[in-house]
C-alpha cells in the first residue's frame, strides 16, 4: 500500500499503521518513486475526443437513408476518489476493552469514549484503485425510412455499439477482482490461509477496465398518424448482445472466464400502441343520422392500448460448493455442461423451465466436488417470455360548443397474465429448475382498473 506524500499523517489509524509497517506493507510515494500528488498516479485524460458523423439522403421520393457513427465516453463514478481515500491505514475498525472498574462519570469524554488504546486485527480489507482509463462506446447506426400514403411510415434500421474499457462499478456479479485470492486455490486450504496478503482480507481491485460487449440489433417500425379516427405505432426489435461483465475465478486473472450474453436484456422486443374512435354516431360509418340524445349515447366512444411482448431474461446455471474440514477451500460458480443432454424438457412448465440433468456439479482432476469453476456458459439459458395489455376506454359527451365531459376507464394487464422471473438455477438446491417468483425485469403489475371523469370548457 501507498501513502501519498513525504511523511505519515496523523489521520492515520496508529495500530493498523503500525501493523502494516512491521510486515513490509506499506510504504510512502516518496519511497516508492512516485508523485506524492494522487492525481499524478490516478491520471487526467486530456484526450479524449469523442467524434461524431452523420448523414441523411433521400434516395427517390419519400425514401431516405439515414445513418451515424459517434465515440462517446463515460462518466466516472464519484466512489472513484472515495475507494482511494476511503481506505487503510485511514479507515478502519479498533477492538477496545475497557478496564474495570470504569467510572464513566470521571473516565468518559466525546473524543475518547473508551480507555486504552485499541486494538488492530480481524484481517481488515483495503481497496486498490487502478489508474484512470476512460471507458468509453462506439455507437452506429444506418436506417432506411419510407413514408406511404394516408400517414403511414415504415423504417427498417440496424444499430450497433462497441463498449470498450468498461470497469462496470456497481453491476452484477464480481466486477472487482480480489487481489488477495490465490491462484491456483488449495481446497485444502481456506482462502485467508492461502491468501497473498495473510493480514488482509479482501482487496477489491476497483474500476479496472476489464470489461467490453458488443450490440448488434435490427429495428423495424410502422406508424401510423391519426385519420379516419385511426393511429398505430409498431415498433420491433431483435438485439444480441454479447461481451463480459463480471469474473467468474474472483482473482481476476482470467478476465474472458464469464464472455456470454449481457444480463437484463431480451434479445426480441415488441411494443404496439393504437387508438381507434368507434364508427358511431353522427357522420359516422354506423348510425350516421341518430337522434340528438341517441347520438349522445352511442357516439364518441374510443378504444386505445399499449402492449409491450418480450422474450426471456438470459441467466446463469450456478452451484454452491459446501466446504468442510477436509476441503475448506471449496469454490461456488457456474455449473459444468453435461454433454449431449438437452438443455430444455420436451415441455417447459413453471415445475421444470430447463433440465437439471444438463448440469453438474464441477470437479477437480480428483473428482472433487467444487474443486474447479463450472464450464458452463455465461446466461446460455432464457427464463420466461413476457407480455402486458394496458386498454383504455373513452367516451366523450360535447355540451354546446364550449363543453366537453369524458367519461374513462384505463386497465392495466387487462388480461391479468402473470409475468414471472427466470427460474431458480442453482443446482445445489432442491427447487432447481423452478418458476417461483414473479417478474422484477421487467416489473410485473397485477391487473388495475381506474376511473375518471373530466370536464373541458
Given at each position: 500500500?501507498?501513502?501519498f506524500?513525504s511523511?505519515?499523517?496523523?489521520?492515520?489509524?496508529?495500530q493498523?499503521?503500525?501493523?502494516?509497517?512491521?510486515?513490509n506493507?506499506?510504504?510512502?510515494s516518496?519511497?516508492?518513486g512516485?508523485s506524492?500528488?494522487?492525481?499524478?498516479?490516478?491520471g487526467r485524460?486530456?484526450?479524449?475526443?469523442a467524434?461524431?458523423?452523420?448523414?441523411a439522403?433521400?434516395?427517390?421520393?419519400?425514401?431516405?437513408?439515414?445513418?451515424a457513427?459517434?465515440?462517446?465516453?463515460?462518466?466516472l463514478?464519484?466512489?472513484?476518489?472515495?475507494?482511494m481515500?476511503?481506505?487503510?491505514?485511514?479507515?478502519?475498525?479498533l477492538t477496545?476493552?475497557?478496564?474495570?472498574?470504569?467510572?464513566?462519570a470521571?473516565?468518559?469524554?466525546?473524543?475518547?469514549?473508551?480507555?486504552?488504546?485499541?486494538?488492530?486485527g480481524?484481517?481488515?480489507?483495503a481497496n486498490a484503485?487502478?489508474?484512470l482509463?476512460?471507458?468509453?462506446?462506439?455507437?452506429?447506426?444506418?436506417a432506411?425510412e419510407h413514408?406511404?400514403g394516408?400517414?403511414l411510415?415504415?423504417?427498417v434500421g440496424y444499430v450497433?455499439?462497441?463498449?470498450l474499457k468498461q470497469n462496470?462499478?456497481?453491476?452484477?456479479?464480481?466486477?472487482?477482482p480480489?487481489?488477495?485470492?490465490?491462484?491456483?486455490?488449495?481446497?485444502?486450504?481456506?482462502?485467508?490461509?492461502q491468501?497473498?496478503?495473510?493480514?488482509?482480507?479482501?482487496?477489491?481491485?476497483n474500476l479496472?477496465?476489464?470489461?467490453?460487449?458488443t450490440?448488434?440489433?435490427?429495428?423495424v417500425?410502422?406508424h401510423?398518424?391519426?385519420?379516419?379516427?385511426?393511429?398505430?405505432?409498431?415498433e420491433?426489435q431483435?438485439t444480441?448482445?454479447?461481451?463480459?461483465?463480471?469474473?467468474?475465478d474472483p482473482?481476476?486473472?482470467?478476465?474472458?472466464?464469464?464472455?456470454?450474453?449481457?444480463g437484463?436484456?431480451?434479445?426480441?422486443?415488441?411494443?404496439?400502441?393504437?387508438?381507434?374512435?368507434?364508427?358511431?354516431?353522427?357522420g359516422k360509418?354506423?348510425?350516421a343520422?341518430?337522434?340528438?340524445?341517441?347520438?349522445?349515447v352511442?357516439?364518441?366512444?374510443?378504444i386505445?392500448?399499449v402492449?409491450?411482448?418480450?422474450s426471456?431474461q438470459?441467466?446463469?446455471?450456478?452451484?454452491t460448493a459446501?466446504?468442510?474440514s477436509?476441503?475448506?477451500g471449496?469454490v461456488?460458480?457456474?455449473?459444468?455442461?453435461?454433454?449431449?443432454?438437452?438443455?430444455y424438457?420436451?415441455n417447459?412448465?413453471?415445475?421444470?423451465?430447463?433440465?437439471?440433468?444438463?448440469?453438474s456439479?464441477?470437479?477437480?482432476?480428483g473428482?472433487?466436488?467444487g474443486?474447479?469453476y463450472?464450464t458452463?456458459?455465461?446466461?446460455?439459458l432464457?427464463g420466461?417470455?413476457?407480455?402486458d395489455?394496458?386498454?383504455?376506454?373513452?367516451?366523450?359527451?360535447?355540451w354546446?360548443?364550449h363543453?366537453?365531459?369524458?367519461?374513462r376507464?384505463d386497465?392495466?394487464?387487462?388480461?391479468n397474465?402473470?409475468?414471472?422471473?427466470p427460474?431458480?438455477?442453482?443446482?445445489?438446491?432442491?427447487?432447481?429448475?423452478?418458476?417461483?417468483?414473479i417478474?422484477?425485469?421487467?416489473?410485473?403489475?397485477?391487473?388495475?382498473?381506474?376511473?375518471?371523469?373530466?370536464s373541458?370548457?
Amino acid at each position: 500500500m501507498v501513502v501519498f506524500g513525504s511523511a505519515d499523517t496523523s489521520s492515520a489509524s496508529p495500530q493498523y499503521l503500525t501493523l502494516l509497517q512491521n510486515n513490509n506493507l506499506v510504504t510512502l510515494s516518496s519511497s516508492a518513486g512516485i508523485s506524492n500528488n494522487p492525481f499524478a498516479y490516478l491520471g487526467r485524460p486530456d484526450k479524449n475526443i469523442a467524434p461524431r458523423f452523420g448523414f441523411a439522403y433521400q434516395l427517390m421520393s419519400n425514401t431516405v437513408i439515414r445513418g451515424a457513427f459517434g465515440l462517446y465516453f463515460n462518466l466516472l463514478p464519484a466512489s472513484y476518489m472515495g475507494e482511494m481515500f476511503g481506505n487503510l491505514p485511514y479507515t478502519a475498525s479498533l477492538t477496545y476493552t475497557n478496564t474495570t472498574p470504569y467510572n464513566a462519570a470521571t473516565t468518559f469524554t466525546m473524543n475518547a469514549p473508551f480507555t486504552g488504546s485499541g486494538s488492530a486485527g480481524g484481517r481488515p480489507g483495503a481497496n486498490a484503485e487502478h489508474a484512470l482509463v476512460t471507458p468509453y462506446t462506439e455507437e452506429y447506426n444506418l436506417a432506411l425510412e419510407h413514408q406511404f400514403g394516408r400517414g403511414l411510415d415504415v423504417r427498417v434500421g440496424y444499430v450497433g455499439q462497441h463498449n470498450l474499457k468498461q470497469n462496470n462499478y456497481g453491476g452484477n456479479g464480481n466486477y472487482a477482482p480480489n487481489l488477495n485470492f490465490a491462484d491456483p486455490f488449495d481446497i485444502t486450504k481456506t482462502a485467508a490461509a492461502q491468501a497473498p496478503y495473510p493480514l488482509l482480507g479482501t482487496i477489491p481491485y476497483n474500476l479496472a477496465p476489464l470489461f467490453h460487449s458488443t450490440m448488434n440489433s435490427l429495428q423495424v417500425g410502422a406508424h401510423k398518424q391519426y385519420t379516419n379516427g385511426i393511429a398505430f405505432s409498431a415498433e420491433y426489435q431483435w438485439t444480441r448482445v454479447l461481451g463480459t461483465e463480471n469474473v467468474e475465478d474472483p482473482s481476476g486473472k482470467y478476465p474472458q472466464d464469464s464472455y456470454g450474453p449481457i444480463g437484463g436484456i431480451t434479445p426480441d422486443v415488441l411494443q404496439l400502441s393504437y387508438s381507434y374512435a368507434l364508427p358511431f354516431g353522427k357522420g359516422k360509418g354506423l348510425f350516421a343520422n341518430p337522434g340528438e340524445l341517441a347520438n349522445k349515447v352511442i357516439g364518441g366512444w374510443e378504444i386505445s392500448g399499449v402492449v409491450d411482448a418480450q422474450s426471456g431474461q438470459p441467466f446463469s446455471v450456478s452451484y454452491t460448493a459446501t466446504p468442510s474440514s477436509q476441503y475448506p477451500g471449496l469454490v461456488s460458480g457456474r455449473a459444468n455442461r453435461v454433454a449431449g443432454v438437452s438443455l430444455y424438457p420436451g415441455n417447459k412448465t413453471r415445475a421444470q423451465w430447463f433440465n437439471p440433468a444438463a448440469f453438474s456439479a464441477p470437479t477437480n482432476a480428483g473428482g472433487i466436488a467444487g474443486g474447479a469453476y463450472g464450464t458452463s456458459g455465461y446466461d446460455m439459458l432464457t427464463g420466461p417470455r413476457f407480455q402486458d395489455w394496458d386498454m383504455n376506454l373513452k367516451k366523450n359527451i360535447p355540451w354546446g360548443d364550449h363543453y366537453n365531459v369524458q367519461l374513462r376507464a384505463d386497465s392495466f394487464n387487462i388480461f391479468n397474465h402473470p409475468n414471472f422471473n427466470p427460474p431458480n438455477s442453482n443446482i445445489s438446491n432442491s427447487n432447481v429448475g423452478t418458476v417461483t417468483a414473479i417478474s422484477g425485469t421487467p416489473s410485473y403489475q397485477a391487473r388495475t382498473m381506474e376511473f375518471a371523469v373530466k370536464s373541458n370548457f
